[in-house]
């Protein structure tokens, strides 16, 4: 679906957004017949509260929304998002004064919040829409929040019509979208071009495994993304329980996201290199699965242990790193739905994330609180590199002892890194549960952060050579 502002020339109703401090202030400025009702429906400002404003002729002249107090308020993200399930359709504008910040993120969140997803059902009413603010850069606001439509539509549809075929489809008509170049390496041919490990991965399952390799603009620093592409996860021999299957649609979310950061790098024209990889597999069950206890020799040369057929992503990442690698890129960026362990640490909001680059995950940081996509930064502790050696090859994919998981994890994938600006994302991918902006189902992470701060990584980056 397209998520837009609504038309500026359209009629449209105020919605006031008021803190719970200044609710008894607003109220007393509010017609009397007005500030009778809202005493009447009980609102008091609280944290996500609507009341409709009569216009006195049987009409709605505007509506209330309440932030709730200042603890509420630190808690929440996209509060004005709120109101949209709230309201009836039709066109509304945000009559408060916001600051600069809170109002892109106010317009944001509205959009976000329009996000539905029907392919299996039939379509819900409109949502409300809102005019875009004064001051807003409605385009670019427009670009991301349609850039995350996508990477939601992509992980929330059923592995049944989204596997290794259909996500290359999607990855070639965005390619074509934008007059990007695209190319896939399907099948055993990834075994003549020496993609061993995707290949090792993907050929238990009918639908071929393959590499997807896009490239956009011929001039800037050079930025390459690669995402974890499993349209479904069954673990392979060491297969998982029904229960841990149930969410395995969304092991290509890495994928999903960093097509949506691309879509956002080519939509708006950054001037950049873009190449985007994306190892696209189903980890399924056969009589050609690879065992536990396999070696298995990467792109890069270096042997593998398997040691759990279920620690498949970081496989497939780890040729197209090795690929992406000798393109020599100035920024390198990997994102995947890895471990189990990066939630138990942080939970599903937090992005974990990797970097030996210091400078780097400042200015991620920074611009993660701007725009209200929390990550949160993780150690590559080099005294968990034994953990990784298995002593009969070179790595392990999955060692025991259960401790640092998602540390060790991505101590495995530095290994197929040789340039020195990496950052790895173990994100989750999936909202559990409804929340303003963000209903539950596939949900984009860390993309928008790291579009914001594009700008300034590569400005560093030029500035120190």
């Known amino acids: 679906m397209t998520l837009t502002f609504a038309d500026p020339a359209a009629p449209s109703r105020p919605l006031h957004v008021i803190t719970q401090e200044a609710a008894e202030a607003f109220r007393g400025s509010l017609p009397e017949q007005q500030a009778a009702w809202i005493t009447a429906t009980g609102w008091t400002g609280a944290q996500g509260e609507v009341a409709l404003l009569p216009d006195g002729q049987g009409g709605i002249a505007g509506a209330v929304l309440g932030l ?65 603010p004064a001051g807003s850069n409605a385009a670019m606001i427009e670009v991301v929040a349609n850039a995350e439509a996508l990477t939601r539509d992509l992980i929330n549809t059923p592995a049944s019509d989204l596997g ?24 055993d ?17 009918p639908r071929a495994p393959r590499l997807l390799d896009l490239r956009w603009g011929t001039a800037g620093p050079k930025v390459t993304l690669v995402g974890k592409g499993v349209c479904f996860d069954t673990g392979g021999l060491d297969l998982k329980p029904s229960s841990g299957m149930l969410l395995m649609k969304k092991d290509m979310g890495g994928a999903a996201t960093v097509m949506g950061l691309a879509q956002m790098i080519m939509a708006t024209g950054m001037k950049v290199q873009l190449r985007v990889l994306v190892p696209a597999v189903e980890n399924a069950v056969s009589g050609n699965a690879m065992r536990p206890r396999d070696i298995l020799t990467s792109r890069k040369g270096l042997t593998v242990e398997i040691n759990n057929t279920d620690a498949e992503g970081r496989l497939v990442l780890a040729d197209a790193l090795a ?9 390198l960026v990997s994102m995947a739905t890895l471990t189990g362990a990066a939630r138990v640490a942080v939970g599903p909001d937090l992005a974990p994330y990797y970097t030996d680059d210091t400078a780097l995950a400042q200015l991620l940081e920074q611009a993660a609180a701007q725009v209200r996509d929390p ?37 495995f994938l530095r290994r197929f890194v040789d340039v020195p600006r990496y950052m790895h994302f173990d994100i989750y991918g999936h909202q559990p549960g409804d929340a303003p902006a963000r209903p539950k189902g596939g949900v984009g992470m860390a993309a928008r952060a790291l579009f914001a701060a594009l700008p300034q990584m590569l400005d560093s980056h030029q500035q120190g050579q």
């Open 68 to 132: 709730g107090d200042a603890t509420r308020r630190a808690r929440d993200r996209f509060s004005v998002a709120r109101a949209v399930p709230k309201l009836p359709a039709g066109v509304w504008h945000l009559a408060s004064a916001l600051s600069a910040e809170d109002r892109d993120e106010a317009a944001l969140g509205w959009l976000l919040a329009q996000y539905r997803f029907d392919r299996y059902r039939a379509a819900k009413s409109p949502a409300a829409q809102l005019r875009a």
């Open 164 to 187: 290794p075929a259909e996500l290359e489809a999607a990855f070639m008509a965005m390619a074509a979208r934008f007059g990007a170049t695209a190319t896939a390496i399907i099948g």
């Open 189 to 205: 041919d990834l075994l003549a071009q020496n993609f061993p490990m995707i290949h090792a991965v993907g050929r238990a399952s």
């Open 323 to 331: 690929l992406a690698c000798e393109d020599k890129p100035d920024l």
């Open 375 to 411: 990550v949160w930064r993780m150690p590559f502790w080099a005294p968990y590199e034994s953990l990784i050696e298995p002593g009969i090859a070179d790595l392990d994919n999955a060692p025991a002892g259960g401790f640092a998981g998602s540390v060790t994890a991505a101590l």
